[in-house]
């Protein structure tokens, strides 16, 4: 009986990917599907923004991403997209790209989505990444091991630096 209680406490303490995504979105920013973001990249209808760190981002992107960070983000950054362009913003899990979201929905951007669970939702789907020379890659840069543990194992090559 012990045992079965200790193993029922582990279990209650444990969220899901799904739980630890609710639990840090705001809902400010309509979420999209990673489905849904392939499918618009590979008819060009959407501009991609990764928000995370240029280390994150020289490790693998999406296709097509363009770079903007998320720490030094500054509106100018994206003057050329035209406001009612759709643009899908995305970081690790979905936390950044949420708050750069709402940056560009304060400037006047019609259309903007946050790409629900992030790179890391990206991959555990199984759709590849490329890295800072344009070349499909399996590396996944996961900022530490407590975040590290939402990209499913054999999804990925986990980069911590």
């Not at 240029?54 to 983000?73: C, I, T, W």
Request: charged share 30%.
């Amino acid at each position: 009986m012990l045992i079965s209680f200790i193993q029922t406490l582990v279990a209650c303490g444990q969220q899901t990917y799904d739980q630890k995504l609710q639990s840090l979105y705001s809902n400010t920013v309509s979420l999209v599907q990673p489905q849904e973001v392939k499918k618009k990249l590979n008819e060009k209808e959407v501009v991609i923004l990764d928000t995370r760190s240029a280390k994150e981002y020289s490790v693998s992107h999406l296709p097509n991403a363009r770079f903007v960070g998320y720490d030094h983000f500054d509106i100018s950054q994206v003057k050329d997209i035209p406001k009612d362009k759709e643009v899908v913003v995305y970081c690790s899990v979905g936390y950044r790209s949420e708050k750069i979201g709402e940056k560009l929905k304060d400037a006047g951007f019609e259309n903007v989505s946050n790409m629900y669970g992030g790179i890391f939702q990206w991959k555990n789907e199984d759709f590849d990444v490329i890295n800072q020379k344009g070349e499909v890659t399996d590396s996944v840069h996961v900022y530490n091991k407590r975040w590290g543990k939402w990209l499913e194992e054999g999804k990925g090559i986990k980069v911590y630096e």
